[in-house]
């Protein structure tokens, strides 16, 4: 009996189970038992929740969950000695990516959960300092209990962490979401247990650590997103002063074949400051996806059918693209942009637009999920997107690079996505969220039922082989799923992967024990390496 | 008389004139002799212009001006084999920051000027791909001779460089100019020569280099700008889109009591939107400097009195107070946005405004080169500043912490700097740049005549004080004189200096023999430090 137990519990690499028992003592020791677990229960939510049930090999040993920056110095001090990985989570999401699982079996996961604190609102100012805990929700009640006269920019789904959703170049939607761009300054345990602060924090007081980016000398902020080199325990986020008016906005357009045009007027108007936010472009099947579930519309083999994807699109009367977008400032200027906008799209075959104008007053209670989110209102009635193939035991899978926003960059994407989809036997839900105005993330999210471990096989191997193709025509991912994320990082290939190559030298310098996230993003240090990572999928090697 | 020549040429510490003869060589002989200088003349260029002529320590013992990325590839390969310090520099300006000298006596200059080719302009995606020797001029007209319907946000002073100035933290003016965030894109030679793309250029091929700032995995950008963690030789900036009206505005205050309400509603307007771009507010001798030299207006001892000022308020039509700003866009929004911004300004005792608009055919031959500057057409007439004392001999030493952008803050940065040039002095030549909506450079032009060797220790000794003084209020600089950029960088001490510490360690793993641009922002490395630096003053020490 102990024999199977000990065969099944997942242990760090190199770490037997005796270590392991003694590390988590010395975490329990170090900041108190309540905040070690190691039960079923507490571990069930550190697993990729779209993976075929009970085959996930990627799961935690244990669970700390700090309250405190010295707590997590100390774990990261305990972890050092005895060479135990961690994986930090913010609220325990990442759906879609590989969920809030570890990348290395046995890993301790560190979970803010319970380090939530909105630390301050400065309404003169517009920031807000979160710890990294911090939910969509947390952040929204935080402005409207302060009666803050703010806004704060926000995810579709409201669950997740306001600092976790940044650091992984996440995307929002009011105008601070252009570049991602919204945090300005970080604090940093990094991976010796050293307290670093960013930019401007990195003198003692100084009050514009959460207002200028940088501070004297090189300024190390980005290197701490999507990455291991520590642990943010602190972020500003700025929040923006109320507009006078908000006004969202759909653009629908009938005629699929005139998509190339949409995205040449929307990067004329973004780079004229018409539009300043990040739209949302979505097929038919997005946004199909979350007000039905494909069982609705078909449940033939293979993908949906054109035609019936056009009687979804006129039943549902969502058109064959559907662009959600907003206006925000003073009436007089939201005015003029809504009607240069609408001359501008409408030159476009099969385009309407339609939208109204909000104060205020309105925008708490607006009806429409999607025109809440438009204005920092956080609900999670978007995540239904997810049942779309397999209803409750339904999953995706994203593939997400980044293209150039031109109507020929966006059809060679979009070709790719619509080739491999088919050849997979698989709908094609694709969409858009431009990064600013000169560039758009081309969202292709794979949607499989988790009963089904044939379909579940077909949509990962599409994805990956995606990844690969996509590499070979100069694109790459914004952001990677847990079981590409090596074969994406190594799409960066510039001069012998030069970056990848610098990218391991500071995690050997930073982290020579491997400690933090070992291979986040690719990079896994030479302790790892030495331990056998990373494991590729035979099938799609990296070369 | 040999022997006089040996002790007065400058060599780098630890090599001797024979060792530093062969690298000489080498590098001749590796990208061609007439690429290798160390003439007098070849040399007169690399010397901070505002010391007290003849005093100067701080001197190179030679000049290289690579012509391809490959050059700098093999210079600085040569220069770790040769222990010979490098100190890059794009056009050879830095005025009032040190100018183009090295920090440490007897490097070898790597000068850009013969790197100067503007690679791509595109329209369509408004951007630029540059060599690190492109100066504002060079993109300009580069700019124009492609016809393209695009503008360069610009500097003060045309002659500099675009990289070098980006890479400084520099700050131009135009709405791209705000966060500073116009560059999208570095290429670095990194200190063992090898070759870096930043961003999404770490992929080959990949379009979106100079239009999405990250790519997958953390984003070393920001690590080589203010740094000497690698040679920039390639970046990507941002140029926007000619837009339809520019409305170049001054704004004058007659009550220097009221600055403080200024600033409030200058940021609540920025916060709005409604300013998005980058003001200049400058006192009165700041701007009489620009058009006019002390000695016309007082030769007295010590500071120029008020009274003298406010005649020369009142004799030049310049107000106690100036700011120069701008409005860009579709007509119809600029003229809502001056209505609201002349009316919350106008709210103010003792404040006057006024501007005019332009189409772009007539932005080239607008007669003020202040309003030039503001729509992208470079010029050097505002570089008149410099001779306010000492004519043709005067200099100035820049102070230039970032407070945040409110009325308290700014009140107590300028009262810092009064009553220090007044202590010292020295008149007071104050001036706000704010960074964005929430943050501003406060700078103090701190003149002298450089022919007076006194009033240059007093105008140093001023500064010095001030980073101290200013550092312990919490405030940083943004941007430090070669003299006290050891003081400046010593400033941020929070958690023991955590940041000096961490770019310390990334230096020495990037490059161990300390070969580029030693001593930059304060950063030395362990070899550095070995050969006795940093040399501190002794009448201001560290701590």
Known sequence: MTEIIQSTRPTPPGVSEAELDRALEAFAAAIGTE??????????????????????????????????????????????????????????????????????????????????????????????????????????????????????????????????????????????????????????????????????????????????????????????????FGIVTKMGYWLMPKPEVYMPLWLRLWDAANLPQVIDALRELMLAGTIDMRPQLSNTLIMASMLSSRAQWYDGPGPIPEDVIDTIAKEMDLGRWMMRFALYGDEAVVDHNFAKLKARFMRIPGVDIKGEKYGADQWETLPNPHEQVMIGVPNNDLYKMASWSGGEEGGHVDFSPVVPLTAKHAAEAQQLMVEMCAEAGLDYLGGMLPINARATTFINVIPFDTKDPEQVDKAYSAAKRM?????????????????????????????????????????????????????????????????????????????
Chains 1, 2 share one sequence.
């Open 35 to 228: 905040k070690v677990a190691t039960d079923p229960e507490a571990l069930q939510d550190f697993q990729d929740p779209y993976q075929v049930p009970g085959t996930a090999t990627n799961v935690p040993s244990g669970v700390v969950s700090p309250t405190s920056v010295e707590d997590v110095q100390a774990i990261v001090r305990l972890a050092n000695e005895h060479r135990i990985p961690l994986w930090p989570i913010g609220r325990g999401k990442n759906n879609g990516y590989g969920g809030a699982a570890p990348q290395v079996r046995g890993s301790v996961m560190v979970s803010f959960r319970n380090m939530n604190k909105v630390l301050e609102i400065n309404e003169e100012l517009g920031y807000a300092m979160v710890e990294p805990g911090v939910s969509w929700y947390d952040l929204h009640d935080a402005i409207e209990a302060g009666g803050h006269d703010l806004v704060a920019s926000i995810v579709d789904v409201g669950w997740g962490g306001v600092v976790s959703n940044t650091l992984e170049h996440g995307l929002t939607y009011m105008p601070y979401s252009i570049d991602q761009a919204a945090h300005c300054g970080f604090e940093v345990v990094l991976p010796d247990g050293d307290l670093l602060r960013t930019g401007s924090g990195a003198m003692d007081n100084n009050p514009t650590w959460p207002l200028y980016k940088r501070g004297l000398g090189p300024t190390s902020t980005e290197m701490f997103m999507q990455s291991n």
């Open 467 to 543: 990844v690969a193709r996509a590499g070979k025509m100069g694109y790459g991912e914004y952001r990677a799923h847990l079981s590409f994320m090596d074969l994406a990082a190594h799409q960066f290939g510039f001069n012998d992967h030069a970056q990848g190559r610098f990218n391991e030298t500071i995690k050997d310098t930073l982290d020579p024990n491997g400690i933090i996230a070992p291979g986040k993003s690719g990079i896994w240090g030479t302790r790892m390496r030495q331990e056998g990572f990373p494991v590729i999928d035979e099938r799609f090697p990296l070369d």
